[in-house]
């Protein structure tokens, strides 16, 4: 094999499959599956490193991508919802671990000890399919965040568990094997608190007190997780998933170090990761018609019955009396996802088990199947979930499809006319400024308003921006119009931030803000907030015209004057285009027009 052209390849497969996925809105980890499975037809399934390597890399992998997971745990998201967190990842997966375990052995028909190690497996969901799930779907905030912090926090305790049962399943003729498994379990508690607590403390001291320039913090940070994960597994088998995942809990909720570009840094080697792994575990399978004869209809019933029957009663159970909406509860219910963690335990616990029993052993021939089932339920729950969250959670008002809803930075009069007019048309809108009178004339306006720096983790943190997909940047300061683009250009992405042009700089002024941080320019052609405050003053005000074949744009230049600046159009489906200075825009027929108007 060609190993260079492999790795290659598959990582160029797996940008791909994030690439397609994000342009027509397709969840990605269903791509992945499928090239993966496509790419072991051809290298029948060899990834060209020893087991023991591969397994390594897989682990360590895993390992960032938790830690990533940790990362984005904030306490402050689940205000009101504490209780349904610890619930879900306590009474809810202990209730998925005992049902799938019960279907697993009647209906699967697994030995009762392979079924008791499948069910603990599967109880896990895990940041590689939460996260680009939730993202896909931008559910409300509240929702958003008991979901990712159940898929998160779920994917280490299952992790352990199901170590835990490993074990028992290995050593079953040893006779004090509970009592080794509680004594193991409170070892793995204490070490990764320990570990987790000692080097949070040090790695902040390094931060904070200048140790490490900028340009080695994410690296060190990396080798730094790394090495925590490796550690702790060496004094306590499986403990590392708990370790690293603590420790992005603690760093995400301190308020002494920024530790956003640290964030920014794994959010992207998670997408790398994520994209690679995926591919080669599922390039890793054997599919043929042997396959689907070895797994039978009692494999598809099993899952199905994972789907429709664990999950909601699972949900049911440990939500009952909580401080949660039907809809919500429906949500939950209809999301849960198995990822990488399953993927690689099930492939690894397949061969740990053939090589200490034995191939003759019982448990041994049921290893193949056990693997096999675990990438199936994977393959299942990604592809259901993945096709219907995003039109339930449209269905139960939990979420929007493409949000079309504006964030306004700013609050002048200029933005709240122009903030009024797409409210008249059923968009979400949001206006944010420190200013207490333009936050006084907002609300008077009966628009909604956020009393906060645009730049403040509040706004990005703790306001509701669901429905919401762009950002107007249309403060006076051209400086905090800059901010605020950059702030929001990951969470829209850079083609939905916009800002208004700056104020013309004298020629002893130089330019402070290099040209690629800005936001696309609004609108059709650069204008001032300074400019669009004196149009309005003297009168100016917005027309809305449904253009056709018998009143197209050129009549409505005609009609209006080159002085019309068009702002915004609105198809027949709602979607908003916002006018930039990049190109001229060319409304059609069946478009309505949003323009400022001069006073005739």
Known sequence: MDYPLYFSGVLALGILAQWIAWRFRLPAIVLLLLFGIGLGQFTKGESGLHEDMFFAMVSLSVGIILFEGGLSLNFREIQGTRVAVVRLVSIGLVTTWLLTSWFAFTIAEFSLQMSILLGALLTVSGPTVILPLLRHVQPVRRIGSLSKWEGIVNDPIGAVLAAFVFELVLHQTHGNIVSESITSLGLTLCYSLVLSGLSALLLLQMLRRYWVPDYLQNPIVLAYVILLFALSNYLQAESGLVTVTLLGVMLANQRTVAIRHVVEFKENLRVLL????????????????????????RSLFFVALLIFVVRPVSIFVATFGADLSWRERAFLAWMHPRGIVAAAVSSLFALEIGRALGADHPLASEAGRFELT???????TVTVYGLTLAPLARLLGLSGENPQGVLFAGATRAVREIATALQEEGLTVLLVDTNPRNNAAARMAGLPMAYASVGSEFVQEETDLGGIGRILAMTPNDEVNTLAAMGFAERFGHAEVYQVAAVESSSERTETVTAYRHGRTLFDRPVTIEQLEDRFAAGATIKKTWLSSDFTYDDFLAQYGESALVLFCLNDTGSLLIATDEKEMAPRPGQKLIALIDPV
């Open 274 to 297: 994520i994209s690679t792994l995926f591919i080669v575990l599922a390039s890793r399978l054997d599919i043929t018609m042997a396959t689907f004869a070895t797994l039978g209809w």
């Open 374 to 380: 675990t990438f199936l339920v994977i393959i299942a």
